[in-house]
C-alpha cells in the first residue's frame, strides 16, 4: 500500500471516514497529546487505554494497524511523515485534527505527499459551516449562533422556527443551589478491562512524574459499549434535574447530575451526533423538563460547537493577545492544593484525583480566583491543560484566554466572570472562613485597579460605585489583604 490512514487520540470514530481498504492505519500516540505538557496520568491512562481498545476493534475488521507509542521518535508528527515519505508511501489520510500546530505540522509536507482531509466526526456541524458564520462577525456571541444552529438543525423547534417552551434558553432556571442532605444520584462506573490495567502499567513506566494520581477509582468509559452505557445511564439517572443543578458547586462531591461526557465525546468514543439523537429519542419517551433538555442540548449543540469554531476563525488571536498584560507565574501550590482558599484547594483535589470538576467550578471558581490573582493568560491555558482530562488545545485557548480569563478583551464575551466570596457562597455549600477575606480583598483590588475598563462598562460600573461608597477603613483593609496575599504566593509560597 503507498497510502497511509493516520489516526490520533481523538479521532477514536467507530466510523472513521479516513479509513478505507486502499490504506494502511497508523495509530499514533502523538507527541501533542502525549509529551507537550505534564499532561494528567488520568487523561493518558484514558487516551492509552482507549488507542490499545481501538486498535483491537479495527485489528478484529482485518485492518493492518501501526501503533506507535508515544516513546518512539515517530509519535511526532514531524518525524513520522518523513518517515513515510522515506518509505514511498505517496498519500496520506486523516479526519480534520480540530488542533491548530498539528494541522500546520501535517500541511507543511504538502509538497512532498499527497494529504486528504475528511470532515470529522467529532462535532455536528461541519467547519466550514461554523467558520463561514463565525468569521463575517466582529464579536462572538453565543445566543446568536445557538439560536442559528438549532434552526439550522431543526432541534427543539415547533410551528416553524418557533422554540419548543416558548424561549430558546432556559438557563435562569439552571442556577439552583443543590439542596442540603440531598445525595446526588448513585453512579456505576466502568469496571477495569485488560486495556484500563495495562493503561495503568504503560503510565506509571512511561509518566511517573505527571500530575495527578492512578489511585483512585477510574470513572471514564475507554470502549464504544462503555460510552454508550455511559450516556443511557445519565439520561436515566441524573438527566431530569440536571437543568436545576447545572450551576451548583457541593465540596465533596464531583459529578452531581452532570453527564460527565466531554472526556470521551473530545477522543471520539461517543459523538454529539449520536449523543443528540439518544437523548431526544429519550425526552420523547419521558416526562425530562424543558430547562434540562434544553440546557443539556445548548451545551452540545451550542457551546461546543461555538468554541470550536471560535478556535478556527480567531484562536491565535486569542492566544496571542494579552489584554490586561499580566506576566505573573502561577505558583507550585496551585498544583499541589496549598492555595490556602478553600475552595480553590478543594476544587484543585478534586481535579488532581480525577482530571475532572464541572464548568461551573472550572469558570467561577478557578478561572475567577486565577484573573484576580493576575497570572499570565499562557500559565493558566497550561495549567488547564495539564490538568484536565478533556482539555484540548481547541477547547482550552476559547475557554480559557476568552471566557475565562477575557485576555481577548471581550471577542467572545462582553465582561470578565469575576466575583467576590458571596457568588460562592450562594451557588455552593464551600464553608466561610478566613478565605473570604483574601478573595473579597483581591476581587476589590482588581476592580480598584482597572477602574478605566469597569468605567467603561455598563453591566459592571456600578460595582465602582460600591467600592466608591465603602468605609475607607473597609476599603483599606480589602486592599491590605490581598497585597499580603499576593505578595505570598509570588514568592511561590505555600499558604
Not at 234 to 261: T, Y
Not at 340 to 357: A, M, Q, W
Not at 460 to 471: A, K, P, S
Request: one cysteine or more; proline letters at 4%; hydrophobic letters at 35%.
Amino acid at each position: 500500500m503507498t497510502t497511509a490512514t493516520l489516526i490520533f487520540p481523538n479521532q477514536l470514530f467507530e466510523d472513521n471516514p479516513a479509513i478505507s481498504d486502499d490504506a494502511e492505519v497508523f495509530l499514533v500516540e502523538e507527541h501533542l497529546f502525549f509529551n507537550q505538557y505534564k499532561f494528567h496520568k488520568q487523561k493518558l491512562k484514558l487516551h492509552r487505554a482507549s488507542m490499545k481498545f481501538y486498535e483491537h476493534f479495527l485489528t478484529e475488521k482485518n485492518t493492518k494497524v501501526n501503533y506507535i507509542e508515544a516513546k518512539d521518535s515517530k509519535s511526532d508528527i514531524r518525524n513520522l511523515i518523513p518517515h513515510l515519505i522515506s518509505r514511498e508511501y505517496k498519500k496520506i489520510k486523516f479526519c480534520d485534527v480540530a488542533d491548530n500546530w498539528l494541522e500546520k505540522r501535517i500541511r507543511s509536507h504538502e509538497e512532498a505527499i499527497e494529504i486528504e482531509a475528511f470532515e470529522t466526526p467529532l462535532f455536528i456541524s461541519s467547519k466550514e459551516d461554523v467558520t463561514s458564520y463565525l468569521e463575517s462577525r466582529k464579536k462572538f456571541r453565543h445566543n446568536e449562533f445557538y439560536i442559528r444552529q438549532r434552526k439550522e438543525l431543526g432541534i427543539l423547534i415547533e410551528n416553524g422556527e418557533e422554540p419548543v417552551g416558548g424561549k430558546w434558553s432556559f438557563d435562569s432556571e439552571n442556577r439552583e443551589r443543590y439542596p442540603k442532605g440531598q445525595a446526588p444520584p448513585g453512579i456505576e462506573f466502568p469496571q477495569e478491562n485488560s486495556w484500563t490495567e495495562e493503561a495503568d502499567r504503560y503510565v506509571e513506566n512511561n509518566f511517573k512524574d505527571n500530575y495527578g494520581s492512578l489511585v483512585s477509582e477510574f470513572i471514564y468509559p475507554a470502549t464504544f459499549r462503555e460510552s454508550r452505557k455511559w450516556l443511557d445511564q445519565f439520561l436515566e439517572q441524573r438527566f431530569a434535574q440536571f437543568g436545576d443543578f447545572e450551576d451548583a458547586i457541593v465540596a465533596d462531591e464531583k459529578i452531581l447530575n452532570h453527564s460527565v461526557l466531554t472526556p470521551i465525546l473530545n477522543v471520539g468514543l461517543i459523538t454529539p451526533d449520536e449523543v443528540i439523537k439518544t437523548t431526544l429519542k429519550f425526552a420523547d419517551k419521558n416526562d425530562v423538563p424543558i430547562n434540562s433538555l434544553e440546557g443539556f442540548i445548548r451545551q452540545i449543540v451550542g457551546w461546543r460547537e461555538f468554541i470550536r469554531g471560535i478556535y478556527e476563525v480567531a484562536g491565535t488571536k486569542e492566544r496571542t493577545t494579552n489584554f490586561w498584560k499580566f506576566k505573573h507565574k502561577i505558583p507550585e501550590s496551585f498544583w499541589t492544593a496549598e492555595t490556602g482558599i478553600e475552595p480553590i484547594d478543594t476544587t484543585i483535589k478534586k481535579v488532581l484525583d480525577t482530571g475532572y470538576c464541572h464548568h461551573i467550578e472550572r469558570l467561577m471558581i478557578l478561572g475567577n480566583f486565577m484573573l484576580l490573582c493576575e497570572f499570565d493568560p499562557d500559565e493558566v491555558y497550561r495549567w488547564f491543560m495539564e490538568l484536565f482530562v478533556d482539555s484540548y488545545d481547541w477547547v482550552m485557548v476559547p475557554n480559557v484566554y476568552g471566557m475565562s480569563q477575557f485576555a481577548d478583551g471581550g471577542l467572545m464575551s462582553t465582561k470578565p466572570y469575576i466575583s467576590g466570596s458571596n457568588y460562592i457562597n450562594k451557588m455552593s455549600d464551600h464553608s466561610k472562613g478566613d478565605w473570604q477575606k483574601t478573595w473579597d480583598g483581591l476581587f476589590w483590588r482588581f476592580m480598584d485597579q482597572h477602574r478605566d475598563f469597569f468605567e467603561s462598562n455598563p453591566r459592571l460600573g456600578m460595582l465602582l460605585g460600591t467600592l466608591n461608597r465603602m468605609d475607607p477603613d473597609k476599603r483599606a483593609t480589602h486592599m491590605k489583604n490581598a497585597e499580603k496575599y499576593l505578595q505570598r504566593i509570588r514568592k511561590g509560597e505555600a499558604i
